[in-house]
């Protein structure tokens, strides 16, 4: 990077990093750029990257007569703003034609990915009891199915110990992806000090 | 120890107490200074391979020269810390052993970052952009995109991210479907699940993941399942591949303060609930 975006990304880093000791407008100034930096850009990406040569281009083309069918891509726009008539009254119902579109398309995916992805998982919890890793999963499997039974009363006493250990299993499971989200966070703020000391102050390395 | 007791339990119950009230301010310098410290003064702690890690080496290393490796790049400056030097080390993988590549991403800005470290690595290595690698750029429409991408790349991605139709760039030369791409590499804060039900599920192709931490324990599942090859759990997953590699970049040295930071966190809960059981005996003796 040269000098001068180092500087930029610096200030940047230090400006929000200044939430830590309370908020101020400093933080807000940068935190607003942020905002609008990342919607321009994404705004701009989408219409050069996308919209224009997979729609606007072949469209023209369609009516200028250099292709012969690119002309249909009008209809993917009329398809489109349907989406506003959301804030109309008198004509939200034209939404749902679209919003039934994206559902049925949505669900019907959903549908075949479910299988695809859970049948192997099932398939997989079916382990030979032959090691202590696959018997600590079968014990583990039934222990959370049981706590997760709502439709009876637990009165028989085993079963209902089977549910507490199942409840504790869970437990010990929400502990280790707490502990995944400590690393991740310190993860992005090793980052930018990484960055702070080795390209901004020029320390160690 | 009953003298001891006598003359310095009072003492020694307020400090205890004091431990579970440590001011935040306190706990924030702390961390500073565990992870500006290996910064400054050279610590080095040993790297041990996991199998996930594993998985994803051993796969890239079976690639055969006709076929490519797929790079999902989805991730944007919010994940940095964690997913460049996991982009970092795959490529250094993939470019030194000759495996040609092909990056993507479905965010915009994800294209930059995938371009950026790609250019880094290619310069230690003298490889050529088109020749070695190239680059789809932005592919917007996640579960339909990535089907149809699967069976037909020309027809998703006409042109690179320069401009230049797909079809003329060497490196995608008799490449047309995913039979074509030996392993799909999705490296993402999440990465999509999309990759599993439509390509692996569907064609068996490889899939790996470099995912962020905070994700890594949804994806376990798919690992025991075999639905994934392999999966880089975080920085700890590009330190771990730098070991397999043999070198030492972002991954290693971010690793340390990552270390010391969660030896800091963990001296740190045990004080405060030594702390919480003082003060609970303290109120307890009060109010007898």
Redesign the interface.
């Known amino acids: 990077m040269e000098t001068f975006e180092v500087w930029i990304a610096a200030i940047c880093t230090l400006a929000i990093f200044s939430f830590?000791i309370k908020e101020n407008p400093f933080y807000r100034l940068f935190e607003h750029i942020f905002l609008g930096l990342?919607i321009g850009?994404?705004v701009s990406?989408?219409w050069i990257?996308?919209l224009k040569?997979?729609w606007w281009d072949p469209m023209i083309a369609g009516f200028q007569g250099v292709t012969p069918y690119g002309w249909l891509w009008v209809f993917a726009l009329l398809g489109g703003l349907l989406w506003y008539f959301q804030y109309s009254k008198r004509y939200h119902w034209l939404s749902r034609i679209v919003i039934g579109f994206t559902i049925g398309?949505g669900a019907g995916?959903t549908f075949?990915?479910v299988f695809?992805?859970m049948m192997?998982?099932i398939?997989?919890s079916f382990k030979p009891l032959n090691s202590f890793n696959n018997i600590f999963f079968v014990i583990t499997l039934l222990c959370v199915l049981s706590y997760f039974f709502f439709s009876f009363q637990y009165k028989f006493r085993p079963i209902k110990k089977v549910s507490e250990l199942g409840r504790i299993l869970l437990m010990i499971?929400f502990g280790?992806?707490f502990g995944?989200?400590?690393?991740?966070?310190?993860?992005?703020?090793?980052?930018?000090?990484?960055f702070l000391?080795?390209e901004w102050l020029k320390?160690?390395g | 120890m009953v003298i001891f007791r006598e003359r310095y339990g009072t003492e020694m119950r307020k400090f205890l107490v004091i431990l579970g009230k440590i001011d935040r301010r306190l706990i924030?310098l702390l961390v500073?200074i565990a992870?500006?410290l290996p910064?400054?003064v050279k610590i080095h702690f040993p790297i041990f391979i996991s199998r996930e890690t594993n998985g994803v080496y051993t796969i890239i290393e079976q690639c055969p020269e006709d076929k490519i490796i797929l790079l999902d790049c989805t991730w944007d400056a919010?994940?940095?810390?964690?997913n460049?030097p996991q982009t970092e080390a795959v490529m250094e993988h993939l470019m030194r052993k000759g495996t040609k590549f092909a990056i993507m991403s479905r965010i915009?800005?994800g294209?930059g970052f995938g371009r950026e470290v790609a250019q880094k690595v290619a310069k230690k290595y003298k490889k050529e952009y088109g020749i070695d690698w190239c680059n789809f750029?932005?592919l917007?429409g996640e579960?339909?995109m990535i089907?149809a991408l699967a069976r037909d790349i020309e027809g998703v991605v006409?042109?690179d991210?320069k401009g230049t139709p797909i079809d003329s760039i060497p490196v995608m030369k008799d490449i047309e479907d995913i039979h074509d791409i030996y392993m799909v590499c999705a490296i993402a804060y999440w990465p999509s699940?999309?990759w599993?039900?439509?390509v692996q599920?569907?064609y068996g192709t490889y899939i790996g993941f470099c995912s962020?931490?905070?994700?890594?324990?949804a994806m376990y599942?798919?690992l025991?399942?075999?639905?994934l090859c392999g999966l880089l759990?975080?920085?700890?997953g590009a330190a771990e591949y730098e070991r397999l590699l043999n070198i030492k970049e972002l991954g290693t040295?971010?690793i340390v303060?990552?270390s010391m930071?969660?030896l800091l966190?963990v001296i740190l809960i045990i004080l405060a609930n030594i702390g919480f059981w003082a003060e609970r005996r303290e109120k307890k003796i009060i109010s007898k």
Request: net charge positive; proline share 6%; hydrophobic share 45%.
């Open positions: 830590l990342a850009f994404t990406k989408t990257d996308v040569p997979k398309a995916m075949k990915g695809v992805v192997p998982q398939t997989s499971s280790a992806f995944n989200t400590v690393m991740t966070r310190f993860a992005v703020f090793i980052d930018r000090i990484q000391l080795r320390i160690g | 924030y500073v992870v500006v910064f400054i919010g994940n940095r810390g964690e460049w915009p800005q294209t750029g932005y917007p579960a339909a089907q006409k042109k991210i699940e999309d599993l039900r439509f599920g569907v962020s931490a905070i994700v890594s324990s599942p798919f025991d399942s075999k639905q759990v975080g920085v700890r040295e971010l303060p990552q930071v969660h966190i």
